[in-house]
């Protein structure tokens, strides 16, 4: 379908290293317009360097990036106009409210009041208006980083990890405001995130980031059918087994079982068929399941069968 759609973004063979460090080592990106993308990697996956230099505020030691046809060394204001961006951290003043905290930014793109209340009202913030920077929760925080980075009605908004650290309620909070831009604009939003939940949630388009370089890139559907097969059964059980009285059968496509911690997970092709094999094992040898849960595979099981490592370890 985003095949007829504007490439707004096209990031081309691109490296950047610190010394020895291959922060980004050689990516290829198209982002095309209104779509939502989430950059999806665990520490020093080079995340925050690829969004940073996309934003203009590194550089690349070797290859292309351009935006909407443009590029950073030429475009520069252009590009500034365009773009809305929230970083890892941002620094306010603690002791200005939320609203002069606004106006301030307002000022520099010479904007109305106006815009500064059409901003309060989409990002929630109305009623901490008159409340210092420095008295905000985090999740307040970000969604005044959020609300600074649509003063401008970006077309492009990048967001270096912006539920980090937030509460699941303070997160969510977050993604129905993103969401909300999402139905009612047209804006292409590239974001940085550790969790698979919010680029399942929030993005089409996930591309999955190691070591400086793209792993794996599609929608979560067809990430999950083309790198994880399967379903899981996890379970831990209150005295030891044998791996070897697990049932075998050609659906099985992987067992673990640690003897010692009493727990385990089975990969299996077709679960309805299994769990009654798995569960007349554990009855014929008078054991008890401590813990049982049978799910769908997820990003994280595609990211350890890539990597040997979970997602956010
Ligand atoms: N200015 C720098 N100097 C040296 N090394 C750097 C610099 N910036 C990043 N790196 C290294 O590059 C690698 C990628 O870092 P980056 O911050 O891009 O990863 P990330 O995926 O955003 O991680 P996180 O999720 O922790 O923010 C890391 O090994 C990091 O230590």
Redesign the pocket.
């Known amino acids: 379908m985003n095949n007829q759609k504007e490439i707004i973004i096209a990031v081309e063979q691109v490296k950047k290293y610190?010394k020895e460090?291959k922060?980004v080592d050689g990516i290829d990106l198209k982002i095309h317009a209104g779509e939502y993308v989430a950059l999806l990697?665990p520490?020093?996956?080079?995340?925050?360097?690829?969004v940073e230099m996309i934003e203009g505020i590194q550089q690349p030691n070797h290859g292309k990036i351009s935006i909407k046809g443009k590029n950073w060394k030429h475009h520069q204001d252009e590009l500034h106009r365009i773009i809305g961006l929230s970083l890892?951290e941002t620094r306010f003043i603690d002791k200005l409210s939320v609203l002069e905290t606004l106006n301030l930014f307002a000022g520099f793109y010479g904007l109305s009041k106006g815009k500064v209340s059409e901003i309060l009202d989409l990002v929630n913030l109305e009623e901490k208006k008159k409340t210092w920077v420095v008295n905000l929760s985090g999740g307040q925080r970000q969604r005044l980083a959020l609300g600074i980075a649509l003063l401008n009605d970006p077309e492009i908004l990048l967001l270096d990890?912006p539920t980090t650290g937030l509460d699941p309620t303070a997160r969510r909070e977050v993604w129905d405001i993103l969401m909300k831009l999402k139905n009612e604009r047209n804006t292409t939003m590239i974001l940085?995130t550790?969790y698979m939940e919010e680029a399942s949630y929030l993005c089409e388009k996930i591309v999955i980031?190691h070591s400086?370089k793209i792993l794996a890139q599609g929608t979560l559907d067809e990430l999950l059918s083309k790198h994880v097969k399967g379903e899981a059964i996890d379970f831990a059980l209150d005295r030891s087994i044998s791996k070897d009285d697990l049932p075998k059968t050609e659906k099985v496509i992987k067992i673990d079982y640690d003897e010692d911690n009493l727990n385990g997970e089975i990969i299996v092709e077709d679960l309805v068929s299994y769990l009654p094999k798995f569960l007349d094992v554990v009855k014929q040898n008078n054991l008890n399941l401590t813990s049982l849960e049978c799910r769908k595979m997820t990003l994280d099981d595609l990211f350890i069968s890539m990597t040997g490592r979970h997602l956010n370890d």
């Open positions: 610190f460090v922060a990697g520490n020093g996956a080079g995340k925050t360097t690829l890892q990890e940085t550790h980031m400086g």
